[in-house]
């Protein structure tokens, strides 16, 4: 069975949830954990990462930046129909929810957000009025992080990030073994060597803001995963700013945990965390 690469968006409750995808992946990944949190009230949106879904020179092209700025503008919509919205991330797609994260927690309350596009907050929803004034409602209420599988060292780390900056090719074979999933997974079969670059900045920027994390965060990785260092999530445990945190081993799963077996393991679970 194949996944649907596309965005989605499903409007359910007033409880949001978006859904962030991981390096060179897509949407379709997000899918199946989407379809189920509708079908339990949430309303979703699964956001496409700048660069993805398109082709691995476009990938390139792009920076964290433009990840986290797309990764916003899902936020944006979620927050104009819900009171609260979740940050769910799947590998990269945790480090650009932590991101996310520790923004709001420097900037919480109402913040006033250019007619033209996101703020760092990225929550306020906006009315131009004539004349061009605007009037800016206030923003949700902070919702709590769920981070799959999400790297702070990909796997072999040191000697992976100084072989893609010396490599001169600008497609790499991707440096770990691939896992076999019940569903065929759609995304790039190479590793876009300027994109790498840009995600292992992403890695040092959200290493430093990890302390600037204050909301609950429920950090899930499975055992089986070949495609970053599982260490990472003891890293992330200990660095977190908040007080509220928990752990979650699948003891059979691989990288992607939202399309691997233990996968009704993992919304369970994330549903769970969201309702306490």
Not at 169 to 174: G, I, V
Not at 189 to 200: G, H, S, T, V, Y
Request: hydrophobic fraction near 40%; charged fraction near 20%.
């Amino acid at each position: 069975m194949s996944l649907d690469p596309a965005p989605f968006s499903f409007r359910a409750g007033k409880t949001g949830c978006l859904l962030i995808h991981g390096f060179t992946g897509t949407p379709g990944e997000m899918r199946p954990l989407g379809e189920w949190l509708v079908q339990r009230g949430y309303s979703v949106e699964g956001v496409r990462l700048a660069g993805h879904g398109t082709s691995p020179a476009h990938l390139n092209e792009k920076t964290w930046q433009d990840w986290v700025f797309s990764a916003r503008l899902g936020y944006e919509q979620l927050a104009q129909a819900c009171d609260t919205v979740h940050l769910i991330g799947s590998s990269m797609g945790g480090l650009v929810a932590l991101h996310l994260a520790a923004e709001e927690d420097r900037l919480q309350g109402t913040v006033k957000v250019p007619k033209y596009g996101c703020f760092a907050h990225g929550a306020a929803q906006i009315q131009t009025e004539k004349g061009g004034g605007e009037s800016v409602s206030p923003a949700p209420r902070q919702g709590k992080v769920v981070l799959l599988a999400t790297p702070m060292q990909v796997a072999a780390g040191p000697q992976v990030e100084r072989m893609v900056a010396e490599s001169k090719s600008e497609f790499l074979d991707k440096p770990y073994r691939p896992t076999r999933y019940p569903f065929e997974v759609p995304g790039y079969d190479c590793f876009p060597r300027l994109a790498a670059l840009q995600l292992f900045e992403l890695i040092r920027v959200v290493q430093q803001e990890l302390p600037q994390v204050k909301r609950p965060t429920l950090v899930i990785q499975g055992k089986q995963d070949h495609t970053i260092d599982i260490n990472s999530a003891e890293q992330i445990m200990a660095e977190l700013g908040t007080e509220e945190k928990e752990l979650l081993w699948m003891e059979e799963s691989g990288h992607l945990l939202a399309v691997d077996v233990e996968r009704e393991k993992v919304f369970w679970a994330i549903d769970r965390f969201l309702q306490k």
